[in-house]
């Protein structure tokens, strides 16, 4: 008799690795498969030059949250953060803006442009932490359900509606508006310089098809302001030895509880009988049985693909179809054989033991989105750099760096269809790189080895439908309670012993471990 499992987890992302670890955790028996040969999906570290070791996705840890570090023992298990030191904005011009951990140092460098912008800035920082601790209070816990009428979900509503109350009538208000503003009406309510404002504003449009004077993007800006590393505020990361450390180290935590990991075994179905999902099917034919099925992929792999539009009813297949992937973001990534200079503050200071922003004003960022709108990818892109071999030797020989940079805007559905990607890759590539060496003029005769990753290509290798990078655009229309369908935000799925624990759900993207955690927790009636 072939063994019949608790649980299968499809895809070895990290969502899924952290949905097994918690479902073994619990005493159930796990096995999860992943496609791959790696593990870790959008979050791993993988060797593409020979002594170069890129974070060929994800780049940098905000959102994972503390209590799962805690409850899984990750750092017993190699996790281990370096927090970024600065924000560095090279501008054309020669000059330059650097944001540090201390305060005065921000305040100093901000009364350059705007002495005004610079006493406003610690009290703009304070209001945005108090709304995002309001925040994080839903992204720890399954989205609440505003049209159920049971007990337990009016108490749930009551307590969010007590804790909304308590933060005082303006930043009540201040709430509100964020939900239907732009990221730059948003900023323009505080500060005046457009130095200061247009690497702020950039916070608001990651993985999103949206620019930054397009409404709803304020509160993708305060979904960024979350970041934080066990417990300390506002604090991004690197993950020492790269992302793919993140996901392994959860792997290592499941495997500990007894899970089973199998990488390169491809899902090609769920096997569904009656509307429950009793197992799956192999790429190689071979048939798994299970209590329960978890995918972490996102809703259009899961539902479109792997159950089969026949298996749904009308109105959810409706709006699977409707939720919105645009990917619109690409990678770059860089061998370099020496240090990258950047012109306006030569040397590898701390400026950039951080993260390095393209994005010179926010004119240059709306004319960047405005190429993508006519289906174009951006000829000067924002881009968000960073060279984390500066603070981790350990992902370069000696001497020699790596140098990552997130850009946007790359369409997904470019003009020509997406397919027409491949061709225009190294075109793409190039505009990063004349990009980058407006900024760093030696950056061209250092590249060693050079991986340019259109949302094609994120596509192709992630499984990321369209190259979204968080399974789906982070708009407040498929937030809460809508993420990923009305009705189904509580990664159950109309399908029985169906469940979904992917970034397509409730938190939503980044690499947070939020939306495994939770489903496991749902399933096993643990959830706070
Ligand atoms: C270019 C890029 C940059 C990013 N930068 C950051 C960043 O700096 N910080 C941050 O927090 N977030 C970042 N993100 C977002 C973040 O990486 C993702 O939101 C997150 O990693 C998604 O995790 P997941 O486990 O939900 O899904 P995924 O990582 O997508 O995992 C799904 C897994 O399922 C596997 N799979 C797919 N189909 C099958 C199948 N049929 N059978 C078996 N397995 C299958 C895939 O191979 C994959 O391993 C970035 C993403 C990208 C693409």
Known sequence: MPRKYDAIIVGGGHNGLVCAAYLAKAGKSVL????????????????????????????????????????????????????????????PDGDSLCRWADPQLTRREIERFSKKDAEVYAEFGQTMMKMAFFAKSIID????????????????????????????????????????????????????????????????????????????????????????????FRS??????????????????????????????????????????????????????????????????????????????????????????????????????????????????PHLRGDVAIAPSTQYLEKAYDQAKYGEFSERPYLNIVIPSLVDPSLAPPGKHILSAFVQYAPYHRDGGPQTWPKHREAFGDAVVDTIAEYCPNIKESILYRQVLTPFDIEQMTGLSEGNIFQGELSMEQMLFLRPAPGWARYRSPIRNLWMCGSANHPGGGVMGAPGELAAKTYLGTVR
């Open 32 to 91: 999860v498969l992943e496609r791959r040969h790696v593990l870790g999906g959008a979050a791993v570290t993988e060797e593409l030059h020979p002594g170069f070791k890129f974070s060929v996705f994800a780049y940098v840890v905000s959102l994972f949250r503390p209590h799962i570090i805690r409850e899984l023992n990750l750092a017993r298990h190699g996790l281990e953060i370096i927090p970024l030191e600065a924000s560095f904005l090279p501008l």
């Open 236 to 349: 991004w990361g690197f993950a020492k030895g790269g992302m793919g450390r993140v996901s392994l180290a959860v792997a290592s935590a499941a495997l500990e509880f007894g899970t089973e990991i199998r990488t390169e075994a491809p899902v090609r179905q769920f096997l569904i009988k009656n509307n429950s999902c009793k197992g799956v099917v192999l790429e190689n034919g071979d048939e798994l049985e299970a209590k329960a099925v978890f995918s972490s992929l996102d809703p259009n792999r899961t539902f479109m693909r792997l159950v089969g539009p026949m298996h749904l009813d009308p109105e959810f297949r409706q709006q699977i179809r409707r939720y919105k992937l645009r990917g619109s973001s690409g990678k770059v990534n860089l061998a370099l054989d020496r240090f990258p200079e950047f012109a306006c503050r030569p040397g590898a200071g």
């Open 141 to 232: 816990h399954p989205a609440p359900d505003p049209t159920s009428r049971k007990l337990s979900e009016l108490l749930k509503m009551l307590g969010l509606a007590k804790r909304f109350k308590s933060l005082g009538s303006d930043l009540t208000y201040l709430h509100l508006k964020m939900l239907t503003m732009s990221a730059l009406d948003f900023l323009d309510m505080w500060f005046e310089s457009d130095v200061l404002k247009a690497p702020m504003s950039v916070s608001g449009i990651i993985g999103t098809f949206l620019g930054v004077r397009s409404p709803g993007t304020a509160y993708v800006l305060l979904h960024h302001y979350m970041g934080e590393i066990d417990g300390a």
